[in-house]
T-cell receptor, first 112, second 110 residues
């Protein structure tokens, strides 16, 4: 069974631009969560989607948004990029009702 | 909001030594998870704990869910070079939210 996949793996953008990251969960997993990882702050929860609905949300500004499609694939969008948005963005999936999350390799976003 | 205090922040040990790290919180969690992250990769789940007092092993790794449900520890016995990485604890609360510690960076001296 394939693991969680994320595309692209690396991305370089400039301030003010927007970016869309993609995540394909493990087959059968309907819950997808997104995290931002930076050296100083560790793993910060962005949001969780389940069956195309946002179920939980972290403390990030409205520039960070997401969605989930009927096939459970998820996208995350960041608008008006700032230098501080440079980070590793991780996606994790889990089975409904299960507490064990499985992570993808992440997308490394650099904002110049 | 809920926070997890993970310690130590980093460790330098000799190959073959045992390692111990822990996470504490002022809040109660229903599940504790331990992950390891290698450079350039996403975290990989090592051990999941579901009941207070539960002690679970996975090879050389042993983790325990604290009796108070506010803490957990991870032990690694007889460390080897491939144990190098960042170890994260995570707690899931009754609102189904997962909160991560800031990680323990393990270094193994030759």
């Amino acid at each position: 069974k394939a693991g969680v996949t994320q595309t692209p793996r690396y991305l370089i953008k400039t301030r003010g631009q927007q970016v869309t990251l993609s995540c394909s969960p493990i087959s059968g997993h309907r819950s997808v969560s997104w995290y931002q990882q930076t050296p100083g702050q560790g793993l910060q929860f962005l949001f969780e989607y389940f069956s195309e609905t946002q179920r939980n949300k972290g403390n990030f500004p409205g520039r960070f948004s997401g969605r989930q499609f009927s096939n459970s694939r998820s996208e995350m969008n960041v608008s008006t990029l700032e230098l501080g948005d440079s980070a590793l963005y991780l996606c994790a999936s889990r089975l409904a009702g299960d507490n064990e999350q499985f992570f993808g390799p992440g997308t490394r976003l650099t904002v110049l | 909001g809920q926070q997890l205090n993970q310690s130590p922040q980093s460790m330098f040990i000799q190959e073959g030594e045992d390692v111990s790290m822990n996470c504490t919180s002022s809040s109660i969690f229903n599940t504790w998870l331990w992950y390891k992250q290698d450079p350039g990769e996403g975290p990989v789940l090592l051990i999941a704990l579901y009941k207070a007092g539960e002690l679970t092993s996975n090879g050389r790794l042993t983790a325990q869910f604290g009796i108070t449900r506010k803490d957990s520890f991870l032990n690694i016995s007889a460390s080897i070079p491939s144990d190098v990485g960042i170890y994260f604890c995570a707690g899931m609360n009754r609102d189904d939210k997962i909160i991560f510690g800031k990680g323990t960076r393990l270094h193994i001296l030759p």
